[in-house]
């Protein structure tokens, strides 16, 4: 099971990834001054930040098979999930108004003037395999971490 909560967590990573690369391209910091993002960087930089270390921990837990490095993972993970929650709220309206507003994409490159979220970008496919590949390795490092399954 942690080989599968590796590939989980692996998969997780490229969507963020992706995300991340969309936000900064589209000019997300820079928006940060003008209040146009409504993603802030800190959580954006935390939420990654953790999540990378997580994984470490959870390759190095993988090697070492040290259930502590299974609990340190699955704690690493709690604000992760925390933070994602709180930039998919966050998202959300901006998804909403692209839905409702059916802006034009040419129109909202970083030379716009940054009038439009850099997170208006993500693909909604994305953001949900994203969610969904989250909470599974959330569950399979718990799982792996109770001793559940085997390791």
């Known amino acids: 099971m942690d080989i599968t909560a590796l590939i989980t967590w692996v998969i997780t990573a490229l ?3 992706y995300m991340l690369g969309t936000w900064i391209q589209r000019g997300g910091i820079r928006q940060q001054q003008s209040g146009t993002s409504r993603l802030p960087a800190p959580v954006v930089f935390g939420h990654f930040a953790l999540a990378a270390i997580g994984l470490v921990v959870w390759i190095i837990y993988i090697v070492a098979d040290e ?3 299974a609990w340190t993972s699955f704690a690493l993970l709690l604000p992760v999930a925390l933070l994602g929650f709180v930039m998919l709220a966050r998202w959300i309206p901006v998804y909403r108004d692209r839905a409702t507003a059916g802006a034009p994409a ?7 003037g940054g009038t439009v979220p ?6 909604v496919v994305v953001v949900l395999a994203h969610g969904l590949f989250a909470v599974a390795t959330l569950v399979l490092v718990l799982l792996t971490a109770l001793g559940i399954g085997g390791s």
């Open 118 to 123: 850099a997170e208006r970008h993500f693909p």
């Open 15 to 17: 969507g963020g990834f």
């Open 106 to 112: 040419a129109a909202t490159g970083p030379g716009a």
């Open 67 to 69: 259930s502590a490095l």
